[in-house]
């Protein structure tokens, strides 16, 4: 089991900015990547970034150059930096962290972008 849990949700202006946080712990297998998705309302939940054991990071073409996914492994966490953020950003976020056991998701943290 992996437990996951997202913060740093909320309301922001267009053109702001708001750093997501994903916190892990009890996982008896090691995490081979952590990967941010969002749902909007209607729409299927969709990847928005992912990084890999080692670092490698890969993007939706949608928030290339805007959004930045980084780990801090001392303290198992981590962050989306969401800047320059659009109304259509607006969405309930996810972590979801991948091991040889299986995907585990956490419950999700809102963000809206108001216009």
């Known amino acids: 089991q992996v437990q996951l849990v997202e913060s740093g949700g909320g309301l922001v202006q267009a053109g702001g900015s708001l750093r997501l946080s994903c916190a892990a712990s009890?996982?008896?297998?090691?995490?081979?990547?952590v990967g941010w998705y969002r749902q909007a309302p209607g729409n299927e939940r969709e990847l928005v970034a992912r990084?890999?054991?080692?670092?490698?990071?890969n993007y939706a073409d949608s928030v290339k150059g805007r959004f930045t996914i980084s780990s801090d492994n001392a303290k198992n966490t981590v962050y989306l930096q969401m800047n320059s953020l659009k109304s259509e950003a607006t969405a309930v976020y996810y972590c979801?962290?991948?091991?040889?056991?299986?995907?585990?998701w956490g419950q999700g943290t809102q963000v809206t972008v108001s216009s």
């Open positions: 979801k962290a991948d091991t040889i056991n299986g995907g585990y």
């Open positions: 009890g996982s008896r297998f090691r995490i081979n990547a």
């Open positions: 990084i890999i054991r080692g670092g490698s990071t």
